[in-house]
């Protein structure tokens, strides 16, 4: 049935698309309307339908009905794959081996260090600090930058 309406669906389409394209548009005599003696309006009522549009009418009618029909069939009348069925992908518990009983513990992680928050008072370090070997033990002397000649 879903084959049929499918079939149905796309011809209807078709034809829609050909009755529209057949048709003459509002503003087709639009430049007749200045003073070469048509009797009809530029963008006004166009009177009694004729027979492409009565029809473009109930191809539009039946195109949506059907593609409303089939989006209720399509969410309501489809089966909703169990749990165990459901494909997980990498996840799926073919691709996950099974835990062996006879295998040892895995030990625990452990303990992360506590960040130390700024303005609280910390712990005195385990080891004395070292001194970096190329720094120098005083302060080296500076002397004053001279300043830039001026040169005109």
């Known amino acids: 049935m879903l084959l049929i309406l ?16 057949m048709q003459r548009g509002a503003g087709a005599s639009a430049g007749s309307g200045f003073g070469a003696g048509a009797s009809a309006t530029v963008f006004g009522s166009r ?5 492409l549009s009565k029809s473009t009418k109930w191809l539009a009618i039946v195109f949506f ?11 309501h009348l489809a089966k909703p ?10 996840m799926s518990q073919t691709a996950v081996p099974k835990a062996d009983p006879n295998a040892p ?14 303005g609280a008072p910390t712990a005195p370090a385990q080891s004395a600090p070292v001194k970096p070997a190329d720094q120098p ?16």
């Open 105 to 118: 513990a895995v030990p625990a992680a452990p303990a992360a260090q506590p960040i130390p928050q700024p």
């Open 65 to 75: 009905s059907v593609a409303m029909f089939m989006a209720w069939q399509a969410t």
């Open 47 to 51: 009177g009694a339908s004729n027979f």
């Open 81 to 90: 794959k169990a749990v165990t069925e459901q494909d997980l992908g990498v």
């Open 137 to 152: 033990s005083a302060p080296a002397a500076t002397t004053p930058a001279e300043p830039a000649p001026q040169g005109g």
């Open 6 to 21: 499918n079939v149905v669906y796309v011809l209807v389409a078709i034809a829609m698309i050909a009755l529209i394209l």
